[in-house]
């Protein structure tokens, strides 16, 4: 039967530094580049072998990916990278430490900032030192200036209706590497979570989440791999 996996990327530099990431390309720390290599190994150990993998244009979530194949013994599959897998974009919060932005906007505006479902943050001001609009990686593609979580939705549902479904639908057993919130995206498309529920969601890094689809493709409820 078709099989789905969810990983989200292992920690990176800025989640240990409290920063706001989005779109900005940070690498994994240590604990992440294990907490990575940790989910390939539970692939393998539970016998849940991935035969296709996607993932986003951002690093940590790529090597992520890479880390947990490795792991599963499985680097040979195709792979497919694609901007639409990316994180949410923080706009002008981008790069901004979390708790210094409480104390200058207040609790509850980087509450509804950070949680609210359609609310997005201030757009990133052009000419910023995060403004990705001239990246090489992003030729061609409107680069966003912000985004809700609804926002994103919109992005990641189309991909995912297009391009990995049709995969998955044809009996592979997909891998897709990537964020916390494009993955909320996901979960909540699959698992029919409310728009007022998915904010409060959270998505662990580099514990795999697996959705078993039936003769319909219909998913099952999801479940974490280490609990199976």
Known sequence: MPKLILVRHGQSQ?????????WWDVDLTDKGVAEARAAGELLKDRQVLPTRAFTSFQTRAIKTLHLALEGCERLWIPEIKDWRL????????????????????????????RRSFDVPPPDIEPGSAYDLSSDPRYAGIDVP?????????????????????????????????????????????????SDDDITGLEIPTGQPIVYDFDDAMQPGERYYLKDS
């Open 14 to 22: 800025w989640n240990l530094e409290n920063r706001f990431t989005g």
């Open 145 to 193: 200036k912000a985004e809700s979580l609804k926002l994103t939705i919109e992005r990641v549902l189309p991909y995912w209706q297009s391009a990995i479904l049709p995969v998955l639908a044809s009996g592979e057993t997909v891998i897709i590497s990537a964020h916390g919130n494009s993955l909320r995206a996901l979960v909540k498309h699959l698992s029919q979570i």
């Open 86 to 113: 990316n994180e949410r974009h923080y706009g002008g919060l981008t790069g901004l430490d979390k708790q210094e932005t409480r104390d200058k906007h207040g609790d509850e505006q980087v509450h509804i900032w």
